[in-house]
């Protein structure tokens, strides 16, 4: 069985660096870890703009407003597996400008906590040089655009 979703997922961008969020299956850590965007799933009747403002909220308890969001810079369709569950994940990505944070993990619900892992900044070359798994799998290259200003339309990305 494979589930259809819908996400929103923000680039939090301070100074030239992007905050992610290390990840795991909990259900295969044998799998390893790699890194994300806050974001997720968008509610029945939620739009993607207020699904990205929770979900900024929720995983890094940082308060934004959808008046802060912006256009959408990109979108993928990912397909993967996640504690045993095939799913079809279409994805907006926003990127927003922040002072830096701490970011904190105290809205964590029971499932955040089994699969996430860590907050980090990163800085472009960090991201460009690192082995880490990145997803998305362009995302060295989408903040680089956003630092540049230069995404004039919505960057369709793989599903890696």
């Known amino acids: 069985m494979r589930v259809d979703r819908r996400a929103a997922r923000v680039l939090l961008i301070?100074?030239?660096s992007v905050l992610l969020i290390r990840g795991v299956d909990p259900a295969r850590r044998e799998a390893g870890t790699w890194w994300h965007t806050p974001g997720g799933g968008i509610d029945d009747g939620e739009?993607?703009?207020?699904?990205?403002?929770?979900?900024?909220?929720?995983?890094t308890g940082h308060l934004l407003s959808t008046g802060d969001i912006g256009p959408v810079i990109a979108t993928r369709t990912a397909e993967f597996e996640f504690q045993h569950v095939e799913y079809r994940q279409h994805e907006w990505f926003f990127a927003v400008r922040v002072a830096r944070f701490d970011p904190r993990a105290d809205r964590w619900d029971e499932s955040e906590r089994r699969s996430l892992l860590e907050h980090r900044?990163?800085?472009?070359?960090?991201?460009?040089?690192?082995?880490?798994?990145?997803?998305?799998?362009?995302?060295?290259?989408l903040v680089r655009a956003v630092l540049e200003g230069s995404i004039p339309a919505p960057l369709q990305l793989s599903g890696r």
């Not at 739009?47 to 995983?59: G, H, K, M, Q, T």
């Not at 472009?124 to 990145?134: F, K, P, Q």
């Open 14 to 16: 301070a100074d030239d």
């Open 47 to 59: 739009s993607i703009e207020a699904a990205a403002v929770r979900e900024v909220l929720e995983e």
């Open 121 to 141: 900044w990163w800085a472009l070359d960090d991201l460009t040089s690192t082995a880490d798994a990145m997803y998305p799998a362009e995302l060295a290259t």
